[in-house]
């Protein structure tokens, strides 16, 4: 059974009365699908992603959302399990919506950088909508496994000038905690085969990538209990360059700050 599909007049409609149900101004950002159909990216979506900045807004959306009609799902099929959404709530339309606080899918936050590139929606009510950045869609759209998320990555590709630039930075940004680079170049690189098309980060991308496997050998050998010494010499015997090696001293510095 397929699940119905919303476009953006449905969308706002939404937005409208759940911001008629909130006691104070909140401001809330949309990306996924939502964000595309606004967009004109996608003629619509079957659920919209939504992230807060904290746990108050959160609960104070969540009770408007109980009063305009939709209930929170706890049963749920695994892939939204796998989502690791705050809360996830439906209305009688089957009309989803995924909530996060600050972080996204147990993977990418919503940063001060991704919410100063937003781009304000509308004002429902008491309910500010804010849309994450073209840059910003791809990259958290870029570094998953749905064949879903790499259509319209493509799609966001070629109907908006991205700046390539931003994405890189805002990816190596959130890779402090775990590397992104490798996901994302993955996701690209099917895009620019599949395509034809040429992005200009692959190259950057790769390297960056490189370098966090690098490191993670690096800590994996410290695991098992070998001393800096033997690590470095058995790097050197791999065929690994001074520069390389040196470069993985910077970021394992980097790393333990």
Known sequence: MHKPFFKKEKLRESFQKIGEELNKPLTVFMFGGGAMAFRNQKQGTKDLDLVFQNQ?????FANALEKSGFHEIHKLEKPYQQMAASGIWENKEEFRLDVFVKIVCNALELTPSVEKRSELLEKFGNLTVRMFS???LIL????TDRPADTEDVSTIIKSAKVNW??????????SKKRAWHGSLLNKLNEIEERDKLIIPITLQLQKLADRAILVQFYKDKQEEGKPPEEIMKELNARGFTESEIKQLKKDLHLVQQ
Not at 56 to 60: A, K
Not at 140 to 143: A, H, L, P, V, Y
């Open 56 to 60: 108050g807004e959160f609960h104070d």
């Open 134 to 136: 073209s840059e910003d």
């Open 140 to 143: 958290f759209k870029g570094i």
């Open 165 to 174: 630039g931003i994405v890189l930075e805002e990816c190596t940004l959130q």
